[in-house]
């Protein structure tokens, strides 16, 4: 009986399979750029979207500004709103003459204004300012979500019914505290080094201005995603730390793009006020106080609808 002869596999008609194995992407390592899929839309047209949803709905928003402006003026500031400020330009003034005194004096008025603005008087006003941050905050992000699902909500269930996340929401505004120490630190440590001649030469402040660069760059890229978690944990039935997770997924591949998104509002709203509150700083400057009040609380609506439409955008 003849054998049959079996052709043995050569060398070449072998198969090998190999195990490529598939490192999850994380921050902070060396690896290959990964491109997002989608596309963003530009900033400005983000923020002419959120514009234009105020202004839809502004008897409702301007409405909860209104509250927040009563509420500020009563436990924060005061009723004395312009107490100082026209000696504070008459000094500048007598300091500084010609046109471009009058325009330097009226920038240092407004930079002081806000400062003061800012700055609560005493540590009982400070508190109750963090606290109608909040609660303003709340209710914005409410009527935000009411009105992006095409309901019509009254300007008192904004404060009533936006209120129940309220601590879910003040952990991840800790969280977001706690990202901001590195930059916290690099601005302390440059200010003691240059104020108190520790950092004399050139290089000397050049190197600590770098190092306060990367502890602000980190801390930037931190809450470049947990500002989101502010929206998302309004959401019913969910946890801070799913909250995180989650924001930290919606910037996964984009984060840095999304960082100069989110690093236009500020640099945006900052210019506005600059060309609406400098004419009032340079000659009315009492009304000026009042003028930048008013503003930086609007400020606070116009971020929310922003940062709320660019969060809908990642979705």
Known sequence: ????????????????????????????????????????????????????????????FFGIVLVYTVLTVVLVS????????????????????????????????LGLLISNTVSAPTEVAGLYQSLLFVVSSLAIIWALRQTYAKKSPALRDAFYLGMYPVIPFVFVLAVIGLQLVPFAIGSWLFTTVTAGGLAVTFAEQLLWFTFFFLLTVLSLYMISSSLFALYIVTLPDMRPMQA?????????????????????????????????????AIFIAPVAVVAVLLYSLVCVLYTHAYMYELYRELL
Request: proline share 4%; hydrophobic share 40%.
């Open 78 to 109: 005061g009723f004395d709103l312009a107490s100082g400020a026209k000696e504070i330009r008459t000094i500048i003034d007598e300091l500084i003459e010609s046109q471009f005194g009058q325009i330097a004096s009226g920038t240092a008025v």
């Open 1 to 60: 009986m003849a054998k049959k002869h079996i052709k043995k596999p050569t060398s070449s008609s072998k198969t090998t399979t190999r195990k490529v194995s598939h490192r999850p992407y994380a921050s902070f390592r060396l690896q290959k750029r990964v491109k997002h899929p989608g596309n963003l839309a530009k900033a400005r047209r983000i923020l002419r979207s959120a514009h234009k949803h105020v202004w839809q709905h502004k008897k409702l």
């Open 244 to 280: 995180l997770k989650s924001a930290r997924e919606l910037v996964r591949f984009r984060r840095w793009t999304v960082l100069r998104k989110v690093l236009f509002i500020p640099f945006a709203l900052f210019t506005i006020g600059l060309i609406v509150l400098l004419p009032f």
